[in-house]
């Protein structure tokens, strides 16, 4: 599927344009016509010089600044003309088509095409083009903005059957160069260069789409346990290490209960599960007791 051209160039239809050096030079004749009938009084004056006149106003044309007119005399290619006004044969010449020679925005899409994986998806691009060489583009190829839209549809079912659907996920800076070397190849002959290819979205079936989304998900969960694991690992060989400081320093070890005791007891309400065995090795019964007395004396004193 083509979608359509942003600013189709004038070189396919020639619409008519309104040229205002043709409709003077016709109201010339045909004023200069009357002038002679009034003053002849012969008809055939004013019949000759309105036939003149509307030979003459075929005469001249006018280009715009970016467009190139490519002028055939007797269906044989003479030259091109413009920007600006130019003059032609009349009866003998005729401006095949008007090329537009500025930078032009083209929609592509490939739709249900199979990567190398056979995975289906759809690809929509923009292609921004011009044409160099306006006489190539308007003899060498029939209809070139038709013919570099299929050129750039095709290149690009191309390159997808050729990419796996990770490397177009990820790849689309080197697939767009490459859409844009092959299709510029196959356009230059046509007198066509391709600036830039952009690959705007690329669709993928939903089933296809969850089972990736799952996939990593799983992937992230199973990197976080890795984490946690290696965080576990060296905290139990940083304990390893304290465990000998303390088993040689018992002051070290009293004033760390200590400390872990006012930690736990310092919010209000808390509550401490210790083991006995610490009570006993540690001698923390008294400091423990005093400790739950403050406790109960604040909360006491609260209450009241």
Same mark, same amino acid.
Request: aromatic letters at 8%; a negative charge; charged letters at 20%.
């Given at each position: 599927?083509?979608?359509?051209?942003?600013?189709?160039?004038?070189?396919?239809?020639? !619409?008519?344009?309104?040229n205002?050096?043709? &409709?003077?030079?016709? !109201?010339?004749?045909?004023?200069?016509?009357?002038?002679a009938?009034?003053? +002849?009084?012969?008809?055939?004056?004013?019949?000759?010089?309105?036939?003149? &006149?509307?030979?003459?106003? @075929?005469?001249?044309?006018?280009? /715009?600044?970016?467009?190139?007119?490519?002028?055939?005399?007797?269906?044989?290619?003479v030259g091109?003309r413009?920007?600006?006004?130019?003059?032609?044969?009349?009866?003998?010449?005729?401006?095949?088509?008007?090329i537009?020679?500025?930078?032009?925005? +083209?929609?592509?899409?490939?739709?249900q095409t199979? +990567?190398?994986?056979?995975?289906?998806?759809?690809?929509?691009g923009?292609?921004?083009?011009?044409?160099?060489?306006?006489?190539k583009?308007?003899?060498?190829?029939q /209809?070139?903005?038709?013919a570099?839209?299929?050129?750039?549809?095709?290149a690009?079912?191309? +390159?997808?059957?050729?990419?796996?659907?990770?490397?177009?996920?990820?790849?689309?800076?080197?697939?767009e160069?490459?859409?844009?070397?092959?299709i510029?190849?196959?356009?230059?002959?046509?007198?066509?260069?391709?600036?830039?290819?952009?690959? @705007?979205?690329?669709? !993928?079936?939903?089933?296809?789409?969850?089972a990736?989304?799952?996939?990593?998900?799983a992937?992230?969960?199973?990197?976080?346990?890795? !984490?946690?694991?290696?965080?576990e690992?060296?905290?139990?060989k940083?304990?390893?290490s304290?465990?000998? @400081?303390?088993?040689?320093?018992?002051?070290?070890?009293h004033?760390?209960?200590?400390n872990?005791?006012?930690?736990g007891?310092?919010?209000?309400?808390?509550?401490?599960?210790?083991?006995?065995?610490?009570v006993?090795?540690m001698?923390? &019964?008294?400091?423990?007791?005093?400790?739950?007395?403050?406790?109960?004396?604040?909360?006491?004193?609260?209450g009241?």
């Open positions: 599927m083509i979608f359509p051209v942003v600013g189709t160039p004038r070189s396919i239809k020639n !619409i008519p344009r309104v205002p050096v043709a &409709g003077l030079l016709l !109201i010339a004749f045909l004023l200069a016509g009357f002038a009938l009034a003053i +002849t009084g012969n008809p055939l004056w004013l019949i000759g010089l309105a036939v003149v &006149g509307v030979l003459a106003a @075929s005469s001249p044309r006018v280009a /715009q600044q970016w467009e190139k007119a490519v002028v055939l005399r007797l269906g044989k290619f091109l413009g920007p600006g006004l130019f003059w032609v044969v009349p009866l003998f010449d005729r401006v095949s088509s008007w537009d020679q500025r930078v032009i925005t +083209t929609s592509f899409a490939a739709e199979l +990567t190398q994986d056979t995975v289906p998806v759809n690809v929509e923009v292609m921004f083009w011009m044409v160099y060489d306006a006489e583009a308007a003899l060498e190829v /209809q070139y903005t038709e570099v839209g299929w050129a750039a549809q095709t690009l079912r191309d +390159t997808i059957g050729k990419t796996a659907l990770t490397d177009l996920l990820r790849g689309r800076e080197r697939i160069e490459e859409l844009q070397k092959v510029d190849a196959r356009s230059n002959p046509w007198g066509v260069t391709v600036q830039a290819v952009e690959m @705007s979205d690329i669709v !993928i079936p939903d089933a296809l789409q969850d990736m989304s799952r996939e990593a998900q992937s992230r969960e199973k990197r976080a346990r890795i !984490i946690l694991g290696e965080a690992v060296e905290i139990a940083l304990f390893e304290a465990a000998v @400081s303390y088993h040689n320093n018992p002051t070290a070890l004033l760390r209960a200590m872990m005791l006012y930690e007891l310092k919010e209000k309400g808390a509550l401490m599960v210790v083991p006995s065995s610490a006993e090795s001698g923390l &019964g008294g400091m423990l007791g005093a400790a739950a007395m403050r406790q109960s004396k604040l909360t006491e004193g609260e009241a």
